[in-house]
């Protein structure tokens, strides 16, 4: 089983900029597509991004596309998302998350078997 640790969370200002990054740890990384979801308070889970084993591809919900990008350090064992232009809308608890039974990247949170802790992102406005 992998074992994923976020980090980088924290409380910016709208606009603001903030990176997250997912270390992954106890099987090979590469052999995982990758996601990032988020849940805010209230709220259910929702996609923001995922990416392919060898970065050949990527996607983006609607509501980060142009602000946020996924990206992987195979050699690291290490998955980022760098947030900018942030809104408060994007409070929420981010979370990374591993697949190894996927051959293409999705958005379905049930595709994907690992999760890391979470990492708090705040926004103000």
């Known amino acids: 089983q992998v074992l994923l640790v976020e980090s980088g969370g924290g409380l910016v200002q709208a606009g603001g900029s903030l990176r997250l990054a997912c270390v992954a740890s106890?099987?090979?990384?590469?052999?995982?597509?990758m996601g990032w979801f988020r849940q805010a308070p209230g709220k259910e889970r929702e996609f923001v991004a995922a990416?392919?084993?060898?970065?050949?591809?990527?996607e983006y919900a609607d509501s980060v596309k142009g602000r946020f990008t996924i990206s992987r350090d195979n050699a690291k064992n290490t998955l980022y998302l760098e947030m900018n232009s942030l809104k408060p809308e994007d409070t929420a608890v981010y979370y990374c998350?591993?697949?190894?039974?996927?051959?293409?990247?999705?958005?379905?949170?049930?595709?994907?078997?690992?999760w890391g802790q979470g990492t708090q992102v705040t926004v103000s406005s």
């Open positions: 990416i392919s084993r060898i970065s050949s591809s990527s």
């Open positions: 106890g099987r090979t990384f590469s052999n995982y597509v």
């Open positions: 998350a591993a697949s190894r039974s996927i051959v293409t990247i999705s958005t379905n949170e049930y595709s994907y078997h690992a």
